[in-house]
T-cell receptor
Framework: DAGVIQSPRHEVTEMGQEVTLRCKPISGHNSLFWYRQTMMRGLELLIYFNNNVPIDDSGMPEDRFSAKMPNASFSTLKIQPSEPRDSAVYFC????????????FGPGTRLTVL | DQQVKQNSPSLSVQEGRISILNCDYT??????FLWYKKYPAEGPTFLISISSIKDKNEDGRFTVFLNKSAKHLSLHIVPSQPGDSAVYFC????????????FGKGTRLHILP
């Protein structure tokens, strides 16, 4: 099993540009989570999907952020337009079911917005 | 407003000694607690968990203690090994949303040779 796959691993962009982060969850997992890690705020949940349906997006910082899960094997997190304060490491995680099943994290995408 | 607090950003421990990582939480409705471990350039990985009906859970060298009255939990690693050098995240899940995990900021553990 390849685990959760995220791309790109690193992204450097200029302020105002659109950024798209991608995630492939573990096959058979029904829940998918997007997190953001910063020094100031630690690891924050942005949005959570179950069976491809967004369940809780209360952590999405503002309208510039959007996430989709068009099928069980792919999700995107888009930032448009990007700002320097969006610089962080973005993690995708998946778990087998809802509830307190162990979450398996991808390696993360390090985003730098200049 | 941090609901899960790890007040020590870093900790250094001699190899072979005990490492104790601490975590405090503010919400008495949390009833499930977890520790995740993270190496550089990797995502966090699940380490150990504890339900609020217990006060201790042990898995090999790792033991988590829960003190509900103090809203405090700790992770003990005995004996500490070089491979334990990592960032450790404490996390909690509320009773009303068992799909939601709230993480602390993490504590960086350095195991000294």
């Amino acid at each position: 099993d390849a685990g959760v796959i995220q791309s790109p691993r690193h992204e450097v962009t200029e302020m105002g540009q659109e950024v798209t982060l991608r995630c492939k969850p573990i096959s058979g997992h029904n829940s998918l989570f997007w997190y953001r890690q910063t020094m100031m705020r630690g690891l924050e949940l942005l949005i959570y999907f179950n069976n491809n349906v967004p369940i809780d997006d209360s952590g999405m910082p503002e309208d510039r952020f959007s996430a989709k899960m068009p099928n069980a094997s792919f999700s995107t997190l888009k930032i448009q337009p990007s700002e320097p304060r969006d610089s962080a490491v973005y993690f995708c995680a998946s778990s087998l079911r809802e509830g307190r099943d162990e979450q398996f994290f991808g390696p993360g995408t390090r985003l730098t917005v200049l | 407003d941090q609901q899960v607090k790890q007040n020590s950003p870093s900790l250094s421990v001699q190899e072979g000694r005990i490492s104790i990582l601490n975590c405090d939480y503010t919400n008495s409705m949390f009833d499930y607690f977890l520790w995740y471990k993270k190496y550089p350039a990797e995502g966090p990985t699940f380490l150990i968990s504890i339900s609020s009906i217990k006060d201790k859970n042990e898995d090999g060298r790792f033991t988590v203690f829960l003190n509900k009255s103090a809203k405090h939990l700790s992770l003990h690693i005995v004996p500490s090994q070089p491979g334990d050098s990592a960032v450790y995240f404490c996390a909690a899940s509320p009773r009303w949303r068992d799909d939601k995990i709230i993480f602390g900021k993490g504590t960086r553990l350095h195991i000294l040779p």
